[in-house]
């Protein structure tokens, strides 16, 4: 291969990739969470100015409004359009996979490829790849840091936990989990000076967060969230039993998706060979990462949302890959590499029997909903059927002028109500729990079927 076009094929490659996943989803609508981090934020910016840079209670996540703001510029040159927020991210997604290659380079040389196929088979990656979320910029920038680490190169690492604080307080927590890493990694060497240069480097990331929420406090008096906040109940801490539960789904959440396939292999490589002397920085990160995710989500209610554990699922790839390239021989590699990947990426067509809530966000699954919803969109315009006289749930439940970014506040209802002739049920909506299951089963009659190779979109009339 030509040296030139070699030295140019990592960016090459993450082009196209940024390019052909902007293809596949410019006129995805908003799902779940990015209603409101890609819509409904940047939405009130517009409608309402700045100002003082943060946004009222009722949208107010408790993390930094970067994101929104980021978005907003684009809204604001190219105007609103959904393919402008996918737009938006492709920067992140080009960033992320020329990180992936990088790091493969550096550490695999001439088998780089290897990690990034693994990536690409990841089914909680590829499922949120295509959204319009910040958890895909703080990823990128979290394999920024790595690369940062791996190459000793301070800009990087700087440059990644500014962007990760910049985005939550849970990017800010896997930046300081890079720092916790880097500081025991080096223990044994490590004196006042050596010290002060790594926890500078993260000095600058940790007095954005800081000086947010020293702000947001003064101006709202609030941090994190507030009693009347829609997320109030989410932070509400569990009883015993609860804890119980809140641990057992830590553990799914952990190994959900397929993951626990990487997991099942590292085990029987740790348990044949031992942990290869390459490994160990990043699996002493994963090991912080998931104390300090643990102490944020098991004693709360509602936190244990599955794109939180993004960041411990591409580390487990890493950790995976090092491991598989250190200490298997030429000859067993390719078998467990591809047994493992193939295994793997078999989970991308796994889905939840229906009373089960499926992580549709992180879920490849999900993709087939946006073509199910626009053709549903088609039948109710077709039969002359309004949105009010529609019920349906989380996330279809939002405003057009939220959902697509339209000029309308139009919308379904909330819930199925006996004055709403119609109701709109998929396997999306998880709010649709067995009991409203069995009253449509009761009380409707399906009219319409908008059905995939996985999941459907049903249209049902009242009785």
Same mark, same amino acid.
């Given at each position: 291969?030509?040296?030139?076009?070699e030295?140019y094929?990592?960016?090459l490659?993450?082009?196209l990739i940024?390019?052909?996943?902007f293809?596949?989803?410019?006129?995805?609508?908003?799902f779940?969470?990015?209603?409101?981090f890609?819509?409904?934020?940047? +939405?009130?910016f517009?409608?309402?100015?700045?100002?003082?840079?943060?946004?009222?209670?009722?949208?107010?996540?408790?993390?930094p409004?970067?994101?929104?703001?980021?978005?907003?510029?684009?809204y604001?040159?190219?105007?609103?359009?959904?393919?402008?927020?996918?737009?938006?991210m492709?920067?992140?997604?080009? $960033?992320m996979?020329?990180?992936i290659?990088m790091l493969?380079k550096?550490?695999?040389?001439?088998?780089w490829?290897?990690l990034f196929?693994?990536?690409?088979?990841?089914?909680? $990656?590829l499922g949120h790849?295509?959204?319009?979320?910040?958890?895909?910029?703080?990823?990128?920038?979290?394999?920024?840091?790595?690369?940062?680490?791996?190459?000793?190169s301070?800009?990087?690492?700087?440059?990644?936990v500014?962007?990760?604080?910049?985005?939550?307080m849970?990017?800010?927590?896997?930046g300081?989990?890079m720092?916790?890493?880097?500081?025991?990694?080096?223990?044994?060497? $490590?004196?006042?000076?050596t010290?002060?240069?790594?926890?500078?480097?993260?000095v600058?990331?940790?007095l954005?967060?800081?000086?947010f929420?020293?702000?947001h406090y003064?101006q709202?008096g609030?941090i994190?969230y507030?009693?009347?906040?829609?997320?109030?109940?989410?932070?509400?801490k569990?009883?015993?039993l609860?804890?119980v539960?809140?641990?057992?789904a830590f553990?799914?959440?952990?190994?959900?998706?397929?993951?626990?396939?990487?997991?099942?292999?590292?085990?029987?490589?740790?348990f044949?060979?031992?942990?290869?002397n390459?490994?160990?920085?990043?699996?002493?990160?994963?090991?912080?990462?998931?104390?300090?995710?643990?102490?944020?989500?098991?004693?709360?209610?509602?936190?244990?949302?599955?794109?939180?554990?993004?960041?411990?699922?591409?580390?487990?790839?890493l950790?995976?890959?090092i491991?598989?390239?250190n200490?298997?021989?030429?000859?067993?590699?390719?078998?467990?590499f591809?047994?493992?990947?193939?295994l793997?990426?078999?989970?991308?067509?796994?889905?939840?029997?229906?009373?089960?809530?499926?992580?549709w966000?992180?879920?490849?699954?999900?993709?087939?909903?946006?073509s199910q919803e626009?053709?549903?969109?088609?039948?109710?315009?077709?039969?002359r059927?309004?949105l009010r006289?529609?019920?349906?749930?989380?996330?279809?439940?939002?405003?057009?002028?939220?959902?697509?970014?339209?000029?309308?506040?139009s919308?379904m +209802?909330?819930?199925?109500g006996?004055?709403?002739?119609?109701?709109?049920?998929?396997?999306?909506?998880?709010?649709?729990?067995?009991?409203?299951?069995?009253?449509?089963k009761k009380?409707?009659?399906?009219?319409?079927?908008?059905?995939?190779?996985?999941?459907?979109?049903?249209?049902y009339? +009242?009785k």
């Amino acid at each position: 291969m030509n040296p030139r076009f070699e030295s140019y094929l990592p960016q090459l490659i993450a082009i196209l990739i940024s390019l052909l996943v902007f293809w596949c989803s410019y006129d995805w609508i908003f799902f779940w969470d990015t209603v409101q981090f890609g819509s409904k934020q940047p +939405r009130w910016f517009l409608d309402h100015g700045i100002g003082n840079g943060l946004l009222p209670n009722h949208l107010d996540s408790g993390h930094p409004s970067f994101f929104a703001l980021y978005l907003l510029i684009f809204y604001k040159v190219l105007g609103i359009k959904l393919w402008v927020a996918h737009v938006a991210m492709m920067p992140w997604i080009y $960033l992320m996979f020329y990180s992936i290659i990088m790091l493969a380079k550096k550490l695999f040389f001439l088998e780089w490829y290897h990690l990034f196929i693994a990536f690409i088979a990841c089914p909680p $990656l590829l499922g949120h790849l295509p959204l319009v979320s910040p958890d895909i910029v703080i990823l990128a920038a979290f394999l920024l840091g790595l690369r940062g680490f791996l190459d000793q190169s301070n800009l990087k690492t700087v440059l990644a936990v500014m962007i990760m604080c910049s985005m939550s307080m849970r990017g800010a927590a896997l930046g300081c989990c890079m720092m916790i890493m880097q500081l025991l990694w080096l223990r044994k060497e $490590l004196d006042w000076n050596t010290c002060l240069r790594i926890v500078k480097l993260y000095v600058p990331g940790g007095l954005i967060i800081l000086i947010f929420l020293g702000y947001h406090y003064m101006q709202l008096g609030w941090i994190g969230y507030h009693e009347n906040s829609p997320w109030a109940p989410s932070f509400g801490k569990v009883v015993l039993l609860g804890l119980v539960k809140n641990c057992i789904a830590f553990m799914i959440r952990i190994f959900d998706l397929g993951m626990i396939v990487i997991y099942a292999v590292l085990a029987w490589i740790y348990f044949k060979k031992g942990w290869s002397n390459t490994v160990k920085p990043f699996l002493l990160l994963w090991l912080c990462f998931v104390i300090v995710l643990a102490i944020l989500t098991i004693p709360y209610v509602g936190l244990m949302n599955p794109r939180y554990f993004l960041p411990l699922h591409v580390l487990a790839i890493l950790i995976y890959m090092i491991q598989v390239m250190n200490t298997q021989n030429l000859s067993r590699r390719p078998r467990v590499f591809w047994m493992t990947i193939i295994l793997l990426a078999s989970f991308n067509f796994f889905k939840y029997p229906s009373q089960i809530s499926h992580p549709w966000d992180i879920s490849v699954l999900h993709w087939e909903y946006y073509s199910q919803e626009k053709n549903m969109r088609s039948y109710l315009d077709t039969q002359r059927i309004a949105l009010r006289d529609v019920s349906t749930f989380f996330p279809s439940n939002n405003s057009q002028y939220h959902i697509r970014l339209a000029n309308h506040q139009s919308s379904m +209802r909330t819930e199925p109500g006996a004055n709403v002739p119609y109701l709109m049920l998929g396997d999306v909506h998880n709010d649709a729990k067995e009991n409203y299951r069995d009253l449509v089963k009761k009380d409707y009659e399906l009219i319409h079927r908008e059905t995939g190779c996985f999941t459907s979109l049903s249209l049902y009339k +009242r009785k």
